[in-house]
């Protein structure tokens, strides 16, 4: 056991720093750097004095080769120092962790509404014998998939806060304010959790220790819960491991959409002002959530399905 | 990639299901009805493809769905609400919308296949490239895929867009790329697959160099699974390609792009419902009916034979 979780910790460490080089040559790409961005960002254009602008990006390092540049920015990283925001002049570090909290409380929300309604779903849709209950629960995760997200966030805010009123239409102000946003997150979410529960709960109901249980006589519903479900939503975990990624994504969405503060709304606003720091920031966070979530995902694994860890041969990757 | 994920999974998680053959030609006599059999019981499918025809369609004709001007309207019809003169209402500068949306469909059709076009195209070929030559080549390679695949797709795309820029083929491009990672994967598997088969060993013995083996052997072999892969990620390409132009990133304002139409028409949602509504469940319908017909593609006609 121990061995498996520090072979999962090392490749974990491994991906978020080939994330980091991957954000850093991306934005290497940019025409320019950030400190001409800085000098001609202003709209009333005086011209900036060539010799300050050399010395700002002597400060921020511009002037050496790319490749001292990236060994000087991933020290400051690992020691957990993203650089400065060139918009705010606030720390990457604090501007994301100050952000981090209202998001985490979204996608949390949502991830729970999708986990809850979208495996609902998949297993009264596996379980009863209504052909027309069947078939119109399983119609429901395709539609769910093709909807844009800020479009459902959009109609809820129509539906339910201008026409009904029950919910504020946007903010971060309470419970009453997180419910729409984090319903419109769950939509596309649950969708999946539903598609692969249902599909992997009417693979494994076909399984010989089905027919076993059924044998020795026991009822519908404990087969259904306690044999077929337990084995069937491993599949279901690891979808839920890589949904944590597209859940922190969709947030920038979602949080544009309802004027929500938090991740998703200092990245937008950073992309728009190429804020190349805090972009940079933004990806890598955003990979560290994605990475720890899979973490968790794998080291629960084992108790759920104990050969996983015998089978230590099995590589265990992302996606 | 979440039908591609969720595919994906049930075929390796569970050890059951075959990969995605690309089985879609019609063999032997009694082919045609056959078909129309097939289609005959699956009227989605059938609705999936006129939606999809029309689409086309108003991308590259759209003077054959409406006659009226997409960037000016008369300003005195200003939000009127959808009726037989206006199927989907005007804006608030008296626009139609209807056309808007006909007309929207290019752009967003347009990134949409840029989009899958780089993916495919990258994609394949460092999913060739790992699969046909091996050894380190490979390692690198699927190790830089696996980091592609832990950064998610958005902030991926975010990150390209902060540094190529606004536009709508800028757009298409950070999408593009953001798919690079499952079309890599894909790609290789089905090299492997196809490199090990007893005809390329048969070819290779025959003496054949080995591009004549690649290009002439493996690649035909292994591309169909990859087909089928773009096929499933067309909705999602144009889910991603709204998404980003709706944050604003797209084609600048006057243009009448799916997601701009819909961030448009957020500032009057209070009071014109049409012009968020319309333009999303467009947006919906279109990915809704390629999701169906890729999952037809994707072993629904194969299995019945």
């Known amino acids: 056991m121990?061995?498996?979780?520090?072979?999962?910790?090392?490749?974990?460490v491994g991906v978020l720093w080939a994330a980091y080089t991957v954000s850093f040559l991306v934005l290497d790409f940019l025409p320019g750097d950030p400190v001409s961005a800085m000098a001609g960002g202003g709209s009333d254009s005086t011209p900036i004095d060539p010799a300050q602008i050399a010395r700002l990006r002597h400060e921020y390092g511009f002037d050496k080769p790319v490749f001292l540049q990236y060994l000087d920015y991933l020290g400051k990283a690992?020691?957990?120092?993203?650089?400065?925001?060139?918009?705010?002049?606030?720390?990457?570090?604090?501007?994301?962790?100050?952000?981090?909290?209202?998001?985490l409380e979204l996608a949390g929300a949502a991830l729970l509404l999708a986990v809850l309604f979208g495996g609902g779903l998949a297993v009264v849709a596996t379980?009863?014998?209504?052909?027309?209950?069947?078939?119109?629960?399983?119609?429901?995760p395709p539609l769910g998939v093709s909807v844009p997200t800020f479009w459902?966030?959009?109609?809820?805010?129509?539906?339910?806060?201008?026409?009904?009123?029950?919910?504020?239409a946007f903010g971060n102000d309470g419970l009453g304010g997180l419910v729409l946003p984090a319903v419109a997150l769950a939509i596309p979410t649950g969708a999946i959790v539903a598609q692969v529960l249902a599909k992997s709960l009417l693979t494994t109901l076909d399984e010989a220790y089905v027919e076993t249980a059924k044998a020795?006589?026991?009822?519908?519903?404990?087969?259904?819960?306690?044999?077929?479900?337990?084995?069937?939503?491993?599949?279901?975990?690891?979808?839920?491991?890589?949904?944590?990624g597209q859940l922190m994504a969709n947030s920038v969405v979602i949080e544009t959409v309802f004027s929500r503060d938090g991740l998703g709304r200092v990245?937008?606003?950073?992309?728009?002002?190429?804020?190349?720091?805090?972009?940079?920031?933004?990806?890598?966070?955003?990979?560290?959530?994605?990475?720890?979530?899979?973490?968790?995902?794998?080291?629960?694994?084992?108790?759920?399905?104990?050969?996983?860890?015998?089978?230590?041969?099995?590589?265990?990757?992302?996606? | 990639m979440s039908q591609v994920v969720v595919d994906d999974l049930g075929a390796t998680a569970?050890?059951?299901?075959?990969?995605?053959?690309?089985?879609?030609?019609?063999?032997?006599?009694?082919?045609?009805?056959?078909?129309?059999?097939?289609?005959?019981r699956r009227p989605g499918l059938v609705l999936s493809g006129v939606v999809v025809v029309l689409v086309v369609l108003a991308a590259f004709w759209p003077g054959l769905f409406t006659a009226q001007d997409p960037l000016h309207g008369s300003p005195a019809d200003f939000f009127q609400a959808p009726g037989g003169a206006h199927w989907f209402g005007t804006d608030e500068l008296g626009r139609d919308v209807f056309s808007r949306v006909v007309h929207g469909a290019q752009l967003s059709l347009k990134a949409t296949l840029i989009a899958l076009a780089v993916a495919f195209v990258a994609g394949g070929l460092i999913g060739l490239i790992a699969g046909f030559v091996g050894r380190w080549v490979e390692d690198v390679l699927m190790r830089f895929v696996?980091?592609?695949?832990?950064?998610?797709?958005?902030?991926?795309?975010?990150?390209?867009?902060?540094?190529?820029g606004y536009g709508t083929v800028k757009v298409a491009v950070a999408v593009g790329v953001a798919s690079v990672a499952s079309f890599a994967r894909v790609m290789r598997s089905e090299v492997l697959r196809a490199r090990q088969a007893v005809y390329v060993e048969a070819a290779r013995s025959c003496g054949a160099r080995w591009y004549s083996v690649l290009i002439r052997h493996v690649l035909p072999n292994a591309i169909g699974p990859v087909v089928v892969l773009a096929t499933l990620e067309i909705g999602t390409a144009i889910l991603a390609v709204s998404s980003l132009s709706f944050l604003g990133y797209g084609a600048p304002p006057p243009a009448p792009e799916w997601g701009t139409l819909i961030s448009d028409g957020r500032n009057y949602l209070a009071n014109a419902w049409w012009l968020t509504a319309l333009p999303g469940l467009t947006i919906a319908l279109t990915v809704l009916a390629t999701n169906r017909i890729a999952r037809a593609l994707d072993g629904e006609w194969a299995r019945q034979r």
């Open chain 1, 216 to 244: 020795k006589g026991a009822g519908r519903v404990r087969i259904h819960l306690r044999h077929a479900l337990r084995n069937a939503s491993l599949p279901a975990l690891t979808v839920v491991g890589l949904l944590a």
């Open chain 1, 127 to 140: 379980y009863t014998n209504r052909r027309w209950l069947r078939q119109g629960l399983l119609s429901l």
């Open chain 1, 267 to 319: 990245t937008a606003g950073a992309v728009t002002v190429q804020d190349i720091p805090l972009v940079q920031g933004v990806v890598v966070f955003g990979s560290l959530i994605f990475v720890v979530v899979n973490l968790i995902v794998d080291l629960v694994y084992p108790l759920l399905d104990p050969r996983i860890v015998v089978a230590s041969g099995r590589r265990a990757s992302f996606a």
């Open chain 1, 78 to 103: 690992l020691r957990g120092d993203f650089g400065d925001s060139i918009s705010t002049g606030r720390s990457v570090t604090s501007t994301l962790a100050a952000a981090l909290p209202q998001t």
């Open chain 1, 2 to 12: 121990r061995r498996y979780v520090i072979r999962r910790l090392a490749q974990a």
């Open chain 1, 152 to 168: 459902i966030g959009l109609m809820l805010v129509e539906l339910f806060s201008f026409r009904a009123g029950w919910f504020p």
């Open chain 2, 14 to 40: 569970l050890g059951a299901g075959t990969p995605a053959e690309a089985g879609f030609e019609p063999g032997g006599r009694g082919a045609p009805r056959r078909a129309v059999r097939f289609f005959l």
């Open chain 2, 146 to 164: 696996d980091v592609l695949l832990s950064i998610p797709a958005l902030f991926l795309s975010l990150a390209l867009v902060t540094a190529l």
